[in-house]
């Protein structure tokens, strides 16, 4: 695994390109995870690899106080400039710097995986979630046979000839982990 130093290089190298051309991609699965975690008014919010913030600007307009927190500061700073007044910080997220039980909610959208140790990046999650609070992850999963990206049936390492003879239908994926560290060691299916 790569360091959060060299996550934060590669992901940093092009910020602006990728705020403005990928992060739109992203919006709505920001919106499910926001309403998986019941962000609202005066939600104590962490978006751990919140990039240039466009989770955070939800959060924000749902009335949340938010945080943020990534391993590249090009995207941090994007986030910073989005969302005056906002902490961005920018570390390990196998570190945090916060107080434990500090947020009511943490999410971890599309980043966990890309942790040096994830369960030690989920430890620290879960020391900075208050008692009854959140901990919402979306990571891919490679065996999936859902692209979420471009919303497409698909198969990993599918030949390219049968994958162009797939249909362009949508669908929804209905599956949904909610850790919540106070209550369970380990997930449960909602």
Known sequence: MATAKEEG???????????????PAWHDVFTAVLDQARIGKDTRYLDIGCGAGGAMVLARTRGAHVTGFDAAEPLATLARERLPGAKVLVGDMVDL?????????????????????????????????????????????????????????????????LARQLPCTQFQVRFRSVWRPSTTSTPRRS
């Open 9 to 23: 290089d590669l992901w940093g190298a092009r910020a602006q390109e990728w705020a403005r051309s990928n992060e």
């Open 97 to 161: 710097p916060f107080v434990d039980e500090t947020f009511d909610a943490v999410t971890g959208i599309n980043s966990f995986q890309f942790a040096s140790d994830q369960a030690q990046a989920l430890a620290e999650a879960a020391r900075v979630t208050r008692p009854g609070g959140g901990i919402h992850l979306q990571c891919p999963d490679y065996r999936s046979t859902y692209e979420p990206h471009y919303r497409l049936p698909w198969l990993p390492l599918m030949l390219r000839p």
